[in-house]
């Protein structure tokens, strides 16, 4: 079931570099907002992805009161917390376009910030190591299995189209073509 009323539009937010001078607030009222892990520090929205136990731990300590999701067999949680339960997922982003797609399943999601290459704007604060080890080879097919298996338009927001898919209900949009759509919304 899903968390949110549905809506015809999903705007999805990771937390890579591109999205770092966007204004989220424009979004508002636009449509459904998701968005990953230590999102909330910077803005609210209606849905919080979060996988990650550290970061588990920091909403509840920062009495986070948004609706969270997260997988099953997360032991610390926030009480407005649901669990979903999917598989072929390393990261919130991963895990979050799933439930977009299959769950959700709006006409169109933008997705903003999941970059597919290395540039996280939370990148040495807490729950976020300097390195960013993460294989962005790997996650990368995760993101296109999500899309490639949905009837969901997935329009990826960036700098650089890292996805590199030919499928045909995924587009691939600069933030300024980006700015233009949001005002037909």
Known sequence: MSLVEYKDIVFFIGNGASRQNFDLNKLKEKGIIIGCNALYRDFIPD??????????RELKTNNY???????????????NTTQWRTANFRTSGAFGLQYVTKVINPLRCYTLGMDGYPGNIYRGTPC??????????KIVPQYVDAVKN????VVNVNTVDSWKTEIPN???????RFEEELKTI
């Open 47 to 56: 849905i919080l992805i979060v996988l990650d136990g550290k970061m588990m």
């Open 150 to 153: 949905s009837t969901v338009e």
């Open 170 to 176: 995924y587009r691939f949009i600069g933030y300024d």
């Open 65 to 79: 009161k948004g609706k969270v999701l997260t997988s099953k067999g997360q032991g610390v949680r926030p009480e």
């Open 128 to 137: 976020y190591s300097v390195s960013g080890n993460l294989k962005f080879d």
